[in-house]
């Protein structure tokens, strides 16, 4: 079974003791991918170094990772000049598939909500120079509030309206661990991203999110562990890592009332369309 996981944190410190054991996993898992996502320029140098396989605890190249860079909203305050200009030439890294993670969290506020919109916009304008996709972050303070996902939806209008013609829909982005619910799920189709399936999906009372799951196009789904956070069941409370993104998929094939290899071969399949590798 063919598996990616298209959201992970394996570059962050919680993984330096074992980081060569946890990717080995992942590919005894069936992983063919990970995409290592940064979230500042520290971290997004570090996962540049991991799909290098020059990061600690690495016994040797893992040439089955892939790198995104940016600066999440937690640290949007950060986001001077100099620090874009460091993540543009990042970004050309031959191993670098997207800018992110990026976004508006109105959860947690470390940034001001206006600090939040001008550094995802600036970075939305990295990504449409450079030609590609966007890993985005939207999170609100309940899950009844829509503000932070509709600011999201209005920056990513914007965003893809000004983009060339031909920049179609199959290399937008991902609305990563998807949070919106149902109400707000054809918004997102309508943009023409994709939607990332974390494991909060396993999760007993997570009905509505399982039934997003069941309603994405197959066309449009990704899975992801948004690892070391979100741990799955059946180790949820512990540590997560890519392997672990198997949880996810067998979840979805049950909402979805079909097999967890259709669910494998149809997200491999699509993170592959969007985030470009062959
Ligand atoms: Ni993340």
Known sequence: MNLVDSHAHVHFPRFDKDRD??????RKAGLTAIVDVGTNLASSRAAVALAEGLAEGLAEGRDFVYAAVGVHPHDAKTLTPAILDEIRSLARHPKVVAIGE????YYRNHSPHPTQRRAFAQQLGLAAELNLPVIVHSRDSTDQDR????DVLAALRDWTASLPMGRTDGRLGVIHSYSA??????????LGFFVGISGPVTFPKANDLRIVAARVP?????????CPYLTPKPYRGRRNEPAYVQYVVEEIAVARDTTPKAVAE?????????????
Not at 147 to 150: F, G, L, M, Q, Y
């Open 266 to 278: 149809a997200t491999t399949q699509n993170a592959r369309r969007l985030f470009g590798w062959r």
């Open 102 to 105: 990026i976004g508006l969290d």
């Open 147 to 150: 503000r932070a996902h509709n």
């Open 181 to 190: 619910g149902v109400s707000g799920l054809d918004d997102v189709l309508d």
């Open 21 to 26: 054991a946890v990717i080995e996993r992942a």
């Open 218 to 226: 197959l066309d449009r789904l990704l899975v992801e562990t948004d």
